[in-house]
Structures are given as C-alpha cells and as structure tokens.
C-alpha cells in the first residue's frame, strides 16, 4: 500500500477550496494602503483610495473594505499594501 506525499494529503484536505458553496455570499474584502500621490515621503496615507485620518475626536476612522467575488483576479498596486480578507474560508485542517 502506497502513502500519499504531504502534498497529496493537503490538496484532499483544502480541494474544496472556491467550489463549496456556502451561507454567504462569496466575496472577499480588500484593503489598500498606499502613499498619496505615489509619494513614498507622504505623510498622508490611502486606504482604497481614501485618505486615512483619524476622526475628530482622533479616533481610528471606519476601515470599509472594498468587496469583489473571490474568483475575480487581485490586482495590487506598485508602492502599496494589501490585506486579503476571506470572510467565508472555512479550512477544517487548521481547527
């Protein structure tokens, strides 16, 4: 009786991957830091195009994340980074 590799075991665990369907909608969430202007020097910051300031009050302003169909391709910008969210991954192997 053959073993399967690691990798092999991996791939039946997480197959299922963009095929299951699920109680939510499936989309995933973004957020894009960037500089504004392109300037790394900047001394304001972009979230999804938006400038991030704190609210009057200096508070941590609203983080509203730009959504898209998980099977829509990623496209992250030069000088800036981006968090993937996936608000519906569930992945059984790592609980």
């Given at each position: 009786m053959?073993?399967?590799?690691?990798?092999?075991?991996?791939?039946?665990?997480?197959?299922w991957?963009?095929?299951?369907?699920?109680?939510?909608?499936?989309?995933r969430e973004?957020?894009?830091?960037?500089?504004?202007d392109?300037?790394?020097?900047?001394?304001?910051?972009?979230?999804?195009?938006?400038?991030?300031?704190?609210?009057?009050?200096?508070?941590?302003?609203?983080?509203?994340?730009?959504?898209?169909?998980?099977?829509?391709?990623v496209?992250?910008?030069?000088?800036?980074?981006?968090?993937?969210?996936?608000?519906?991954?569930?992945a059984p192997?790592?609980?």
């Amino acid at each position: 009786m053959k073993r399967k590799s690691f990798l092999e075991t991996i791939k039946s665990k997480v197959s299922w991957v963009g095929n299951k369907a699920s109680d939510g909608y499936l989309n995933r969430e973004e957020y894009h830091l960037s500089p504004k202007d392109g300037d790394l020097r900047s001394k304001i910051m972009l979230l999804n195009g938006k400038p991030l300031v704190p609210t009057a009050t200096g508070d941590i302003p609203k983080l509203e994340p730009v959504r898209h169909g998980v099977k829509s391709p990623v496209y992250i910008n030069p000088l800036s980074i981006s968090f993937i969210v996936l608000p519906t991954f569930d992945a059984p192997a790592c609980s």
